[in-house]
């Protein structure tokens, strides 16, 4: 009798697990959110451990490549269980923390958590780079970019995204625009500054990523300006550039100047549009 009490028992703590759904992404991940828990506090270490375990390996044969996984702060006793299953923090809010867990090939390619984001357009003779995503629900043209890195420039960001996705070198030499959307989901729900930079090529020879794009071209600014199969920010931006190019750059660049900061050995960037010389040689 005590053993089937026992039993009924375990069976009912491991119902608490039937609240829980794994949300799959568009990049090719699940998500599973432990405030759905319906009993969560009589759910067990080792049950919660069992289910996690063979969640895992069912995902893996689904071919999903990466798992996130939110707890709450009071169930906080189940992250040294996904710990010990290779999940690792990927950042924490007040009230709960977010793990994650690589299934896919080669090193994870998790982004990190959002600081800010920094996207890049690439100009030349009248055409402009562009790539179309992978895992996109629909594979608009945009411009190539990504996350800046903490302590990362824009510029620096720009350049660095720029090689990584298409394999083409270049130069920083102005801000163009920024976008700014609160709540962005790609940016884990916090706002999001999107910052599109004009920088140089160096190299014109394509060698895209093809982990994350699925197309990539130099493409005519006219043809780009006009077509249906872009972003809105795509469209907007190359009718700027078109502008630019036909008119100068100058009356569209946001430039860089570097001062000393107040600091002792520090500096900071300031973005503006240039200055004529009788305005900048005022004392």
Known sequence: MVRLWRALQRARRCGALTGLRARPDRF????????????????????????LRGAVAQWREEGRIAVWLHVPIFQSSFVSVAA??????????????????WLGEG?????????????VADESTGKV????DRNKTINAWKFPGGLSNPGEDIGDTAVREVFEETGIKSEFKSILSIRQQ???????????????????????SISFCQQECLRCEWMNLDELARTKHATPITSSVAKLLLYGYREGF????????????????????LYHRELPESYKNIT
Do not use: N
């Open 28 to 51: 090719g991940g699940v998500s599973v959110d432990l405030a759905e828990l319906r009993r969560p506090l009589r759910l067990e270490r080792a049950a919660f451990g069992r289910w």
């Open 84 to 101: 010990s299953q290779g999940f690792a923090f990927h950042h924490a809010e007040q009230g709960s923390s977010t793990l994650t867990l």
């Open 107 to 119: 090193p994870s390619r998790l982004p990190e958590y959002a600081t800010h984001q920094v996207g």
């Open 129 to 132: 780079l562009v790539v179309q």
């Open 182 to 204: 609160h709540k962005h989901p790609g940016a884990f729900g916090k706002s999001d500054m999107y910052v599109i930079c004009r920088l140089e090529p160096s190299s014109f």
């Open 250 to 269: 100058g009356k569209i660049d946001i430039t860089m100047r570097e001062f000393p900061a107040i600091y002792t050995g520090l500096f900071y960037k």
